[in-house]
């Protein structure tokens, strides 16, 4: 049985829908002005990482020559 | 997820075009080695595990306690965004989404890296008006996905001869509006083209114009109204984008009139019901585990 079908069904006020509570801090959204990180024009702090293969992956020092795309999400399961 | 597997679709251009790509969680090594393995993602799946990186940029999600939904991570998890960095590590450009749900799609996120137009990648609906005006419209993307931000796009080829005002018109003109209706949608911020100004010597105006073709975008998300984890969904999704403008000529103007194109877009799943199947098993084997209810 799916989990949608075993909890009530919640919608937030963005009128996303999720089988759990909204009052959940997993549920809960930052007021609009939130904290995004490093601004345009700014150096980002270093990043030194394992890849899914296990390796230390330094950002820094993988940028393309134009540059990179850094993309922080909620999770590979999501 | 999803946005992982368009953004590995459109991995291999951003490096043609000089630049990496690097996505950050924090999923344990072994989600995202199985993950990496089971889709064919060949960019870099950095894990983030203690949240280390994360909190150094200062994007930690502050609205989860450390006891909350344990079983899944979700404390630590960053706000969801992108950063576009120049060869120096210096932010060119960013995007972030106040919802944790909510993310850029494949397309998008290629499209801004390299300041190029967006491309239509779906079917397309166009309105050809009598005057010769057409109204096209088309998606970023095949298909739209529950919460993956994709652009509408809207092609208004004005012809020859003619033109069209743009926002910031002397009130006696009709600059050029959309309109787009529909159910189970949600819409960002309409981009307009860049105008050019027009002056009218005979009136002694200047206006905002628009010649030739005109491209608008519309950020646009299918919402949890239309279709619901877990749940079958609708095969399409149906909405219409009305444009009201006015031609003139240099002598003369025509009446203000719309035009409106009916769109049908397909739907598709998330590459994810299996997100939702995943938490469902954990949940479950972690409760037999503990004798507690741990949701």
């Known amino acids: 049985m799916l989990m949608s079908e075993q909890v009530n069904e919640y919608y937030d006020e963005f009128g996303f829908y999720s089988p759990q509570e909204i009052t959940r ?54 | 997820m999803t946005q992982l597997v368009q953004l590995q679709s459109v991995s291999a251009e951003l490096s043609e075009n000089g630049y990496s790509l690097f996505a950050i969680s924090n999923d344990p090594v072994e989600i995202l080695k199985d993950f990496a393995s089971k889709y064919g993602i060949t960019f870099p799946l950095l894990s983030d595990e203690d949240s280390k990186v994360i909190k150094s940029f200062g994007i930690m999600n502050q609205l989860i306690s450390p006891d909350e939904g344990k079983s899944m991570n979700w404390y630590g998890i960053a706000y969801p965004g992108t950063y576009y960095l120049d060869s120096e590590g210096v932010v060119a450009d960013k995007d972030f989404h106040q919802h944790h749900a909510r993310r850029a799609s494949g397309s998008s996120v290629l499209a801004r890296a390299l300041g190029n137009e967006i491309e239509t990648n779906s079917d397309t609906a166009q309105s050809i008006l009598s005057d010769g005006v057409s109204i096209k419209v088309g998606i970023s993307e095949p298909a739209l996905r529950l919460e993956m931000i994709s652009q509408l796009i809207v092609d208004i080829d004005i012809p020859e001869g003619m033109h069209a005002y743009a926002a910031g018109a002397p009130e006696a003109f009709t600059p050029i509006s959309l309109k787009v209706e529909g159910e189970g949608i949600r819409l960002g911020e309409t981009q307009w083209p860049a105008s050019t100004d027009l002056h009218m010597p005979e009136l002694d105006l200047t206006a905002p114009t628009y010649f030739d073709k005109v491209r608008v975008i519309v950020p646009i998300t299918v919402t949890s109204e239309k279709i619901r984890l877990g749940h079958e969904i609708a095969d399409s999704l149906q909405f219409s984008v009305t444009a009201s403008f006015q031609l003139c000529n240099e002598t003369a103007c025509d009446l203000p009139q719309q035009a409106t194109v009916a769109m049908s877009v397909p739907l598709k799943r998330l590459v994810e019901p299996e997100g939702l199947q995943t938490y469902v098993n954990r949940v479950e084997a972690i409760e037999a585990e503990s004798g507690k209810e741990v949701r």
């Open chain 1, 25 to 78: 801090g997993t549920r809960r959204q930052p007021d609009a002005d939130f904290n995004t990180g490093p601004e345009i024009g700014e150096t980002v702090p270093k990043i030194l990482l394992p890849d899914q293969t296990g390796n230390l992956v330094n950002v820094q020092q993988n940028l393309g020559s134009l540059g990179g795309v850094v993309v922080f999400h909620r999770s590979a399961l999501w």
